[in-house]
């Protein structure tokens, strides 16, 4: 993601309270960034998979019993 200017003050920003907090608090806010960076990455890469999935053609059915005997077939039951 390209920074923007208000990506950078609010990063300065956070930078200058780091030395405010307490070791419990740095340890906390870690963990915390962690998890953001985490979900992140899980939103982008489920936002990669929807755009090639859009991209791919639909498979079409005449019945729902063809639909799940595909299914059966691929998972191989």
């Known amino acids: 993601m390209p920074k923007t200017a208000n990506t950078i003050n609010e990063a300065e920003y956070i930078k200058e309270m780091l030395p405010v907090l307490s070791e419990t608090a ?3 806010l870690r963990t915390f ?3 953001l960076a985490d979900r ?4 982008k890469a489920l936002v990669e998979r929807v755009l090639k999935a859009e991209k791919e053609k639909p498979i079409r ?3 729902v019993k063809d639909a799940m005997k595909a299914i059966r077939d691929e998972a191989g039951i």
């Open 61 to 63: 059915f005449k019945a």
């Open 40 to 43: 992140e990455r899980r939103r």
């Open 26 to 28: 740095l340890r906390e």
């Open 33 to 35: 960034t962690d998890y």
